[in-house]
């Protein structure tokens, strides 16, 4: 799920075969052990990754969306698809840095639009 559907890292004609393969490497992720002297698989990540694999996104209503609250804890160090996007074929990104000192109102950075607002709006 997460080098097919977020990085987007398989593409056809590409199989992951690892019995066929003479040099395979499988990515595991860890976690460090309470005592901070070991690591052991991060088994908690992997059922969150599972759930969210086999998890269809729902649209979220106006309401919602005027409603929202940013948290910066949530979106650090976070991969995100954006709403506004294509649903079939979504784009995930990497947030490497929240910029505090931009606003809805703050220029665009890219051309034909003035702000981020007439961009989102």
Known sequence: FTFFSVLRLEKYPMVFNSVEEHNCVVFVPLV???DQMSVAIDWDFLEV??????RRLRSLDDKER???VFKTESYTD???MPW???????QYFY?????QHLNPSSDFPGQGFETFEKYYG
């Open 84 to 90: 506004y996007r294509n649903q079939d074929q979504p």
């Open 66 to 68: 005027r409603e929202f």
């Open 32 to 34: 460090k052990t309470e």
């Open 95 to 99: 947030v490497a840095e929240i910029c």
């Open 49 to 54: 990754i599972h759930y969210l694999s086999t």
């Open 78 to 80: 976070a991969v995100i």
